[in-house]
């Protein structure tokens, strides 16, 4: 299996490059984004808990994201591969993913980091937020507190998989399929 973690702060491009990952790969997109975005717009009770949470930019618990990745595995265990797009976004997510792949036999192959800077993140998430009806896209209070839970709580995780000779940064300014380009060239290394 081809397991990719795609990496980086909030509007870095993950949801942009998973799209042509896995139409040229055909890989599993597991977002947790769009996993929980999926469970406020049915309603359910953990959506409506998670919707106070990320309408403020403040992160899910970890326990709710583990377990909505933990179900996605189990229903796909004829994949190619796996995508994890803004997951993990902690340590102790990354340590969970860890025992969930081996649990399979599975590992993570590589982490894939898009390195932008503060201001750019800004413009493209008020770009985004003017048409993508997300309320955390379109305050820039918001958008601030979610880089700020970035660097305090998920940038760590790079160092998780650092530390296994996993993780590839690369630079996330430049036209989308440059960027695709890049990314594309560390999979074939695999
Ligand atoms: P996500 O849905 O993961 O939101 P995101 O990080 O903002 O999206 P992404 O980074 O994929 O957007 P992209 O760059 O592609 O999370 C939202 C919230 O959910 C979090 O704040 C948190 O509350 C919660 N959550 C999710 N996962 C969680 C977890 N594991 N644990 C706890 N809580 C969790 O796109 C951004 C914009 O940039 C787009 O408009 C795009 O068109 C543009 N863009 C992309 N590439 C570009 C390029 N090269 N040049 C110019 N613009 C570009």
Do not use: C, W
């Amino acid at each position: 299996m081809l397991n990719l973690v795609l990496f980086g702060p909030p509007g870095a491009g993950k949801g942009t490059q998973s799209q042509k990952l896995i139409e040229k790969h055909g890989l599993i997109h597991l977002s947790t984004g769009d996993l929980l975005r999926g469970e406020i717009s049915q309603g359910t009770e953990l959506g409506l808990e998670a919707k106070k949470l990320m309408d403020e930019g403040t992160l899910v618990p970890d326990e709710v994201v583990i377990g909505m990745i933990s179900n996605k595995l189990d229903a796909n265990k004829d994949a190619k591969g796996f995508i994890f797009d803004g997951f993990p976004r902690t340590v102790a997510q990354a340590e969970a993913l860890d025992g969930l792949l081996d649990s399979k036999g599975e590992s993570i192959s590589r982490m894939v980091a898009l390195e932008v800077g503060d201001d750019e993140l800004e413009n493209r998430l008020l770009l985004r937020g003017k048409d993508s009806g997300r309320p955390d896209d379109a305050n820039p209070e918001v958008i601030r507190k979610r880089i700020k839970e970035y660097n305090d709580k998920t940038a760590p995780v790079a160092g998780f998989y650092k530390k296994q000779d996993k993780f590839k940064s690369i630079n996330g300014i430049g036209s989308i399929e440059q960027i695709f380009g890049a990314i594309d060239k560390i999979i074939k290394t695999y």
